[in-house]
């Protein structure tokens, strides 16, 4: 009996060592393992076993790690085990607090890689949900994180209930005064289906379904945004833990609306993306922005866009693309770059894919954009897109039409009003290299009123009409654009002080490349005048222009004077030729201008005289601020102010400042006229148009005295002789008159002879009257010399001096007479005028000058 009662004693004490032994190496092992996961601290008490759970009143852990500690607290845990199924079947705690310090040392920890994601995790879940407990709840969940550089303080509860089919999660956190609610339920039956849905502050946030069917082979996902509630506190409760600097948004769009949803079918489930598409995927997403979200620095967005794409048989297909979006409040820094009247300040984009549209790297995106900007100006654009892959990304836009209206712009000097743009049929395309402008329809610009007050410049009802047109803009550096348009112009109503208003009209080619421009091309107007013009502008801002004058013939009619509001009324041309042409230069303004006008064969009338065979060159300088023209050899075949005379011959030269034009100086090469035999000239002479009193000094040679009494309307006189003279021409104040004027007979004399019935009556009852009859009716004078004086109305005084003798008379006893006469001279050219052969012209403007002279 002894020796098996010490059998029983030896095998229990050896059973004692051996489970000694081996608590010992447990307990070695265990040390071993909490200290490699970096567990510093482990406790816990209040441990005990009450109605089939574990109990611990309270389980703490702190776990360093990369400088840092995670700290973890539980209290009041329950846990209660499954010993049929060899796991636990519940857990429950009270409290669960968790703190974080991080160190200043990186973790080290295996990458995660990127394509482990949830369609492989749902395939295994009866494997993973089998080891979970049936409950997991945590009451109270208190976590201090670090959040920047300070901590945050979240609370809340978790509950989590399993059974071999079915789970459910529940998450409810707390912080910053926002709530945020995740719940989630997992389904493994017939079907894989997942369904998760948040909530903030108990209003609907998201709500994501996935459901997988035929062994993983077949997907359906989608996710639900109904309606965005306002989230600014939840960004401000995240804040501390992004690093918002770098955001585009300061708020989520609240109110928006986001519907995605997702199919997928294949011959075995998917482990990444790549093998997603092996099968057949088709995906599709709504977007709606019923308020307006802000992006700072940028816009204010609202709208809707949608999308559709799939993917079958290695090709994408678009089902559905487009888009509805209103931008305001627009902020880009590229838009500090455009001017204020082109500076949009509310958009709305269109954008309507063709559907079921086949891509790939051949083959293109077709769709039609719509666009309409509004601020100080209107724009409207609207054009089909294609996207194209191959050979390069290349963007190309057809059938464009722009439609630009602003109600005024101001160009520095220049104001525009009711500006209207409109293009059809625009045609072009993007890529990397360059922007390219294809030909098109006309491109037409309106503007109802134009005016520049520095240049006195106005016009109303303008067209300008851009057809032929070709754009190339490099996008590289090293590339230079060209530009080049066939231009018209058409303008209602051109105003300006040197015009007479009315329309004109003009057509030029325009090239710019290399930053340099080149235009030429035709202007007229409506009254006859055409002109041809060139341009050069250089990239450095320097230009010249060439105007080319169309020959005007004046027997057809005078453009001039249909165009110019300074042209004399009382100059008209019947015949002749003009010709004309000017040459320009400047930079930032016009710096000098060259140019000259030829007159050939002219004939007309001025004023109440005719004139024929007027040539006149003239040269045309201007440098700077001062005016310089020229003309070397004026001519006048005949000129008829009531006698005929002729030729006249000038050359002169003016010099004036722009700003006082009618005040610079005259030099004088040649004044000369001949008529009556001889000739009237001035020598060469400076006049100073400046002051208010000018003297021409003109001397005469060689009248014939019997042509000049030829002309004379007194009946009975005749005579003979060669007259010298001086005549002091003054001009004051656009008057002329002359002041001690000398006229004489030269040497030896000559002969003068009156004889009228008037006379005869007179020396009949008159002795002395007698005489005179007698002496003048064959006078022999050696002496004919006269003072002439001529007034500012156009009397003419004349003190007559007359030596001489009549062979009949006494024997030739010598005569001396002093007469004053006095004559009308404008009423004497009239009388002239109205009995010559003068035009109905003429002897109109003679008629309204004597009847102004009789009724002043």
Known sequence: ??????????????GLLLLLVLGLFAAQQAQRWIQQQGIHDLGFSGVRWQAGSLHIGRLSLTRLEGGGYQQLIIGQLQLQPDWSAGQLQHIAAEHLWLSMQPGSQPVTSPAANPFDWPFAVLQDSRQWLARLPEQLVVEQLTMDLPCGEQYCHLRGHFNLTTDPEQMQLALQLHHAGEQL????????????????????????????DLTGSDGGRQWHASLLVPDWPDSSGLLNALSPWLNRDGWPVDQLPQGAR????????????????????????????????????????????????????????????????QTDLNLDQLQHPALADVPDWLRPEHLQLQLRAREDQTLNWQQTLSAELSLSSQGSSQIDWNSQLELGLEPALQLTFKQGELDVRLAALQLD??????????????????????????????ITLRLQQLENPALDLAANNLQLTLADNQLLWPLTESAKPKVSSRISLQAGTLEHPLLKAQGWNGQWQLDWHSNALTAQGQLGNAGGLNMSSQLQLSDAG?????????????????????????????????SGRLTGNVSLLGSSGLDSLEGQLQLRGANGIYDRSSFSGLDLPLQIDLRGEQLQLESSGLRITSIDPGLPLGPVQLSASYLADMDSLLQGQVRIEQAELQGLGGRVWLEPDNIDLAT??????????????????????????????????????????????????????????????????RI??????????????????????????????????????????????????????????NIQLEEDIPALLASLQLSGQVSEIIQKRVQQRLLQRQNP
Request: no cysteine; charged share 20%; glycine share 10%.
């Open 1 to 14: 009996m002894r020796r098996p009662l010490a059998l029983l004693l030896r095998v229990v004490v050896w």
């Open 692 to 757: 208010s009193e000018q003297v021409l000094p003109f001397r005469f040679s060689g009248l014939e005295l019997g042509r000049l009494l030829e002309v004379y309307p007194t009946e009975g006189l005749e005579g003979g002789g060669t007259l010298d003279g001086q005549l002091p021409l003054k001009l004051s104040d656009g008057a002329f008159s002359v002041s001690d004027g000398l006229v004489q007979a030269r040497n030896p004399g000559g002969r003068l002879q009156y004889r009228s019935e």
């Open 760 to 817: 005869s009556e007179l020396a009949a009852g008159n002795p002395g009257m007698r005489e005179l009859a007698v002496a003048l009716d064959d006078f022999r004078y050696t002496l004919l010399r006269s003072t002439l004086d001529y007034q500012e109305d156009g009397t003419l005084l004349l003190g007559l001096r007359l030596e001489g003798s009549n062979p009949a008379l006494q024997q030739g006893r010598p005569v001396h007479l």
């Open 542 to 574: 320097d230009w010249k222009g060439a105007v080319e004058l169309e020959e005007i013939f004046f027997r057809a009619g005078n453009p001039l004077a249909a165009s110019l509001a300074d042209w004399p009324a009382l100059l008209s041309l019947s």
């Open 413 to 442: 000097d220049w104001a525009l009003g009711n500006v209207h743009v409109q293009a059809a049929a625009l045609a072009g395309q993007v890529n990397a290299q360059q922007i390219q402008l294809l030909p098109s329809e006309a």
């Open 258 to 321: 986001f519907n995605a949803s997702g199919f997928w079918r294949g011959d075995q489930p998917p482990e990444n993306p790549g093998q997603m598409l092996q099968g057949e995927l088709a995906m599709q997403a709504d977007l709606s922005l019923p308020e307006p979200w802000l992006l700072p620095g940028y816009a204010r967005i609202q709208g809707d866009a949608q999308i559709g794409l799939a993917h079958f048989d290695q090709a994408w297909q678009i089902s559905r693309l």
């Open 181 to 208: 609610r995740w719940q989630s339920d997992l389904e493994l039956r017939e079907h894989t289906r997942l369904n998760s849905t948040i909530e903030l502050n108990t209003r609907p946030l998201a709500q994501v």
